[in-house]
């Protein structure tokens, strides 16, 4: 498909980068789980609408190219039949909501119009999941990375954070490979560039990138600032790691700072969607009954009636049109201070600049409901009303830019404070102890038994799966932040009891075959894995 | 409308699946009584994990540039191994401390750190943050007794923990190199044999033909 560039010389380039992850939730042993929720959330409110924006795009042909990071757990989440059928349960009774919510605000013009405006999203996004994908929305992701317009890069395999993974290098290098794995599997190629899960770097880690064929990475601002030697160029050129062509772009603070700041950010303006009005909580428990949690507790629906309004608890009735503008206005302000950046670093550098910036993707759409248009109106305007700068991914920059500084960048990541606290402080600090002595014994069992039989293989590539799914390090970051630390706390203990239950197993030569069927049915990620990548 | 308190909202950036609300008190009852459960038999995983290994080990883990954590276990064995060394007497007389190294650029020969200091230990204790001195530097540690005529026995030392930096660089001299061509064709998107795996080789090209060349990007809205 042609899609035709306005763009003929521009002084810079912008690389956005969505990162789209949830860790794997999937509960088979009830038929409503709370926390499956996330996905549901995430596929009605990111996903689709992410979706919905790029096929328009394609459909006017419009150019552009977004990168998208989408993890091995989100990726078997929605590949998973379980879950799939779960959904299209969800977004039925998110309708039928939505229809009695245009029924009982029908007196009402200013909600009537809201209550109206979901019931055509929520009905859209049936339409595209189950008609249009077949309930697969991967494939659809795929067919736009084949189409051009989208770069799909990969994750760390559970989404680890590897620099508390360090001094054992089997489990580093078990997280990378298996992501690379996965990926293929999905996607028909290799990635080419990796997101370090929370961009999360120590030094040493290019090596295991390298092996697996990952030709660069993002960090955080300072993991290229604090880069030995200095980099010539800040952050707005990569770096190649030394020793290697795996290259390291930084993210560029003032792009992040628009969007994701709580006090500076387009997200906190007085006309977006107040995300805490949600009717699960405003409306009368008999009537929302059926459609939160089973046992009565209030969770959100994702019906939402009120915008911002300011620093008060009086809040006034959402008006989609006046978001919409607004969302433009946002649009055409980050444009034009992008553009602004560009000629100024242009002008003193020697090669066009690059701006990263990357975001959670779940920031368009769930937390910012008005963030799929924002982007939207964005690329519209990069591609109609100016020139001064274009979008790339990463590989766009390495193939006309090949030639890079060598410099060892510097251990960070973009949590809070810019290392490993958020990972490693009082609330988490207790998991490492036995995450260590889990990848201590799994390098051991994969080790000595080069040749496993079936049961035997079959339980030690379940290890796999519990060691990987207990580094996720949405438990440890669930716990510092404190919002379900029971269900995170809970998980983590399971997958270490399981492994140390399976290790025993092994060791002492007496496996429990009933218990290993019960936990390759429920922790089933990674179908393929084999234990040897320990080895 | 009923109106739900608001609940102050601290959390910057990545706010995570669901917003930070609305404690979760009720999430175990929940599990246990979920409305439907599906056919056949529930199972709850045992969430039993030991509290310790019974083996000797220090790690240090560096946190950020200045502070690391260190966790620990002095195994039984090791306990006994070490009063029988020092004698029963002069071993109730010591005390349990963490000695912290600076043994940057060095291979400690138990003598010849940078620097080093004792931190007192707290009965018990199997888990501590330390504050080194200065970042970008490469620390050990080590869990051993002090006697009471100052002699140090370790029973474990820790493996060395390069701390990151906090500020830029003074190293100003430049080093550049270039993509091979090989990398810069996988960078251009192009399809390649499978990278991990027995199967396939890195540098087979199974799709050239039906790809119809080498593409220069992807042309849309990209590089110039």
């Given amino acids: 498909m042609e899609i035709a560039s306005r763009k003929n010389d521009p002084l810079g380039h912008v690389c956005i980068v969505l990162h789209a992850h949830l860790p794997y939730v999937r509960h088979q042993e009830c038929e409503y789980f709370l926390e499956e929720n996330w996905l549901f959330e995430a596929?009605?409110?990111?996903?689709?609408?992410?979706?919905?924006?790029?096929?328009?795009?394609?459909?006017?042909?419009?150019?552009?190219?977004?990168?998208?990071?989408?993890?091995?757990?989100?990726?078997?989440?929605?590949?998973?039949a379980m879950l799939q059928e779960r959904y299209v349960r969800h977004?039925?009774?998110?309708?039928?909501?939505?229809?009695?919510?245009?029924?009982?605000?029908?007196?009402?013009?200013?909600?009537?119009?809201?209550?109206?405006?979901?019931?055509?999203?929520?009905?859209?996004?049936?339409?595209v999941f189950v008609?249009?994908?077949?309930?697969?929305?991967?494939?659809?992701?795929?067919?736009?990375?084949?189409?051009?317009?989208?770069?799909?890069?990969?994750?760390?395999?559970?989404?680890?954070?590897?620099?508390?993974?360090?001094?054992?290098?089997?489990?580093?290098?078990?997280?990378?490979?298996?992501?690379?794995?996965?990926?293929?599997?999905?996607?028909?190629?290799?990635?080419?560039?990796?997101?370090?899960?929370?961009?999360?770097?120590?030094?040493?880690?290019?090596?295991?990138?390298?092996?697996?064929?990952?030709?660069?990475?993002?960090?955080?601002?300072?993991?290229?600032?604090?880069?030995?030697?200095?980099?010539?160029?800040?952050?707005?050129?990569?770096?190649?790691?030394?020793?290697?062509?795996?290259?390291?772009?930084?993210?560029?603070?003032?792009?992040?700072?628009?969007?994701?700041?709580?006090?500076?950010?387009?997200?906190?303006?007085?006309?977006?969607?107040?995300?805490?009005?949600?009717i699960g909580f405003d409306l009368d428990i008999d009537y929302i009954r059926p459609y939160i949690d089973p046992i009565g507790i209030r969770i959100n629906t994702g019906i939402k009636y009120y915008r911002i309004t300011g620093k008060t608890d009086h809040k006034e009735p959402y008006n989609q049109q006046?978001?919409?503008?607004?969302?433009?206005?946002?649009?055409?302000?980050?444009?034009?201070?992008?553009?602004?950046?560009?000629?100024?670093?242009?002008?003193?550098?020697?090669?066009?600049?690059?701006?990263?910036?990357?975001?959670?993707?779940?920031?368009?759409?769930?937390?910012?409901?008005?963030?799929?248009?924002?982007?939207?109106?964005?690329?519209?305007?990069?591609?109609?009303?100016?020139?001064?700068?274009?979008?790339?991914?990463?590989?766009d920059y390495l193939t006309a830019n090949p030639r890079n500084q060598s410099c060892s960048p510097s251990f960070s990541s973009w949590g809070f404070k810019g290392y490993s606290e958020v990972w490693l402080e009082g609330s988490n600090d207790w998991l490492y102890r036995h995450l260590h002595k889990m990848e201590e014994r799994m390098v051991e069992a994969a080790q000595e038994h080069p040749e496993a039989g079936d049961v035997l293989r079959r339980t030690l590539n379940q290890m796999a799966r519990e060691l990987l799914l207990a580094q996720s390090s949405d438990w440890a970051f669930i716990m510092k932040t404190g919002t379900m630390v029971q269900y995170a706390v809970r998980r983590s203990k399971e997958h270490i009891a399981n492994f140390n239950r399976l290790y025993d197993e092994v060791k002492g030569e007496r496996i429990d075959e009933n218990f290993l069927s019960l936990l390759e049915s429920h922790n089933n990620i990674f179908p393929h894995i084999n234990y040897r990548v320990y080895a | 409308m009923q109106r739900v308190k608001k609940p102050v909202v601290t959390a910057v950036r990545r706010p995570g699946p669901i917003p930070p609300q609305q404690d979760r008190q009720f999430f175990g009852a929940g599990f246990s009584i979920a409305a439907k459960p599906a056919k056949g038999p529930k199972y709850f995983f045992s969430t039993e994990i030991p509290d310790k290994y019974n083996e000797t080990y220090l790690r240090a883990l560096p946190r950020d540039p200045v502070w690391l954590f260190a966790y620990w276990e002095v195994s039984g064995e090791t306990v006994e191994l070490l009063r029988r060394h020092v004698g029963e007497d002069v071993f109730n007389k010591s005390k349990w401390v963490l000695r912290v190294l600076d043994v940057t650029d060095l291979v400690y020969n138990g003598s010849n750190a940078w620097r080093q200091t004792d931190i007192d230990l707290a009965p018990y204790a199997t888990t501590w943050y330390v504050k080194v001195w200065e970042a970008d530097r490469s620390y050990m540690l080590q869990v051993g007794i002090v006697t009471p005529d100052s002699r140090f026995f370790s029973a474990v030392n820790s493996n060395a923990a390069q701390m990151p930096r906090n500020t830029v660089s003074a190293v100003l001299d430049e080093e550049w190199t270039t993509a091979s061509t090989d990398e810069l064709i996988r960078l251009s998107g192009f399809p390649t044999?499978?990278?991990?795996?027995?199967?396939?080789?890195?540098?087979?090209?199974?799709?050239?033909?039906?790809?119809?060349?080498?593409?220069?990007?992807?042309?849309?809205?990209?590089?110039?």
């Fill in chain 1, 43 to 80: 596929i009605t409110e990111t996903y689709i609408p992410l979706l919905a924006v790029f096929e328009n795009l394609v459909a006017d042909r419009v150019p552009f190219k977004i990168t998208m990071s989408m993890t091995p757990p989100l990726v078997s989440m929605l590949t998973d």
């Fill in chain 1, 91 to 127: 977004i039925d009774r998110l309708i039928e909501l939505a229809e009695k919510e245009c029924v009982r605000t029908k007196n009402d013009p200013a909600f009537n119009r809201t209550a109206h405006m979901y019931l055509d999203k929520f009905t859209m996004c049936r339409s």
């Fill in chain 1, 131 to 278: 008609d249009v994908n077949k309930c697969d929305i991967v494939k659809n992701f795929r067919k736009l990375q084949d189409l051009g317009v989208l770069e799909i890069i990969t994750c760390g395999a559970t989404h680890g954070f590897l620099p508390n993974m360090q001094f054992n290098p089997h489990a580093v290098k078990a997280q990378v490979e298996v992501a690379v794995e996965s990926y293929y599997e999905t996607f028909g190629r290799n990635p080419v560039g990796m997101w370090l899960p929370e961009c999360g770097y120590y030094n040493g880690l290019e090596k295991f990138l390298e092996a697996a064929g990952i030709l660069y990475f993002f960090t955080d601002a300072h993991g290229i600032l604090f880069a030995e030697p200095r980099p010539k160029y800040g952050v707005f050129a990569p770096v190649y790691c030394k020793g290697t062509h795996v290259a390291a772009f930084g993210r560029d603070i003032e792009s992040s700072k628009s969007v994701w700041s709580s006090k500076e950010g387009y997200p906190g303006d007085i006309d977006y969607r107040e995300f805490y009005r949600d």
């Fill in chain 1, 322 to 395: 006046a978001a919409l503008d607004k969302a433009s206005q946002h649009a055409g302000n980050f444009l034009f201070n992008r553009g602004k950046q560009i000629e100024y670093l242009a002008s003193i550098m020697d090669r066009k600049p690059i701006i990263v910036a990357p975001y959670d993707a779940e920031l368009f759409g769930h937390w910012w409901y008005e963030g799929p248009d924002w982007l939207n109106y964005l690329i519209r305007k990069v591609a109609f009303e100016q020139n001064v700068l274009s979008f790339c991914t990463a590989s």
């Fill in chain 2, 193 to 224: 044999g499978k990278m991990l795996g027995a199967s396939q080789n890195s540098s087979e090209f199974s799709t050239v033909q039906a790809a119809g060349g080498l593409a220069s990007g992807s042309g849309s809205g990209s590089m110039s």
